[in-house]
């Protein structure tokens, strides 16, 4: 329960369901609701706070804390601009040089080579495949480390970075830029969504563990019988063995391609609609 707390709130604020400021419902609370004790509530908020996601104010309650990440970014992008001004100046450039260059780099608008960075490779494999299924284009992928190492100037390289705790202070390096991709909400994700019938057997199939854990976690809060619930990772052995027999198959983009025409297929995708949207605006 402990963990199903911190996902479930960890997910509604990278999904914008929580805002910032907005004050979460007390440990008295939520252990009545959910019928559990309030030290499992408290540590699930103290681990939340170690994240920085949340914060506890003396005699108020339990926040969730402003995010640091657009600050950081629109301050280091002020930073690159100023200093890219000062080196051109000191290499004898005029300032109606500096601007002509400028105007001409952003006129010629080059094709951008998009670039998932994230260091869960599972995770990773996802956004790719949603990435691409996006923008119908192949799109490459790896972690922060090897990213660090391997980048290169001079080729329009946009880092793709998903919008979670662990990566709110990632960068990439001056010569890349960085579109930050909003997780999507489940509420929306649910929503016209036909119910199963009662005694339906449903699938749940990803090779990230997470996916199984928040899709298991999002079904029973929905009453879903956990008997009727199938979790499977195309990371095991004979994985499809059974599945013939159920009616729901609930799984990630990437995963959903070992389906092909299955009409039991739904897709819960990671990637909210505007973050994908902004991305087809680059390419165009």
Not at 120 to 142: F, P
Not at 164 to 174: D, F, G, T
Not at 215 to 244: C, H, I, Y
Request: hydrophobic share 40%; glycine share 4%.
């Amino acid at each position: 329960m402990r963990e199903q707390i911190i996902a479930q709130v960890s997910l509604g604020i990278v999904s914008g369901d929580l805002t910032a400021r907005e004050k979460l419902p007390s440990t008295r609370e939520i252990a009545r609701r959910f019928q559990i004790h309030q030290n499992t509530v408290s540590a699930a908020y103290r681990e939340l706070a170690e994240r920085n996601l949340v914060e506890f104010k003396k005699g108020s309650g339990v926040y969730v804390r402003e995010n640091p990440a657009g600050e950081v970014g629109a301050n280091t992008l002020e930073r690159l601009t100023s200093r890219f001004f000062q080196e051109a100046a000191a290499n004898g450039f005029s300032t109606d040089e500096i601007k002509a260059h400028l105007q001409k780099h952003l006129a010629a608008k080059p094709s951008p080579h998009f670039l998932v960075v994230e260091s869960d490779s599972e995770l990773r494999k996802i956004l790719m495949a949603e990435v691409s299924d996006a923008i119908s284009r192949d799109v490459a992928g790896t972690s922060f480390e090897e990213a660090a190492k391997k980048h290169a100037g001079g080729d329009a390289k946009v880092w793709l970075i998903f919008d979670k705790a662990e990566n709110s202070q990632r960068l990439p390096p001056p010569d890349a830029t960085c579109i930050r991709l909003k997780a999507n909400s489940v509420p929306d994700s649910m929503t016209g969504k036909a119910r199963p019938a009662e005694n339906d057997l449903i699938a749940v199939v990803s090779g990230w563990e997470s996916f199984l854990t928040l899709a298991k976690m999002f079904l029973l809060a929905a009453r879903v019988a956990p008997e009727t619930l199938v979790l499977r990772s195309p990371n095991q052995a004979d994985w499809k063995n059974g599945l013939q027999n159920v009616s729901l198959i609930i799984c990630d983009s990437a995963t959903a391609k070992e389906f092909p025409a299955d009409e039991r297929v739904r897709i819960f995708r990671l990637i909210a609609d505007s973050s994908l949207e902004k991305l087809r605006e680059s390419i165009e």
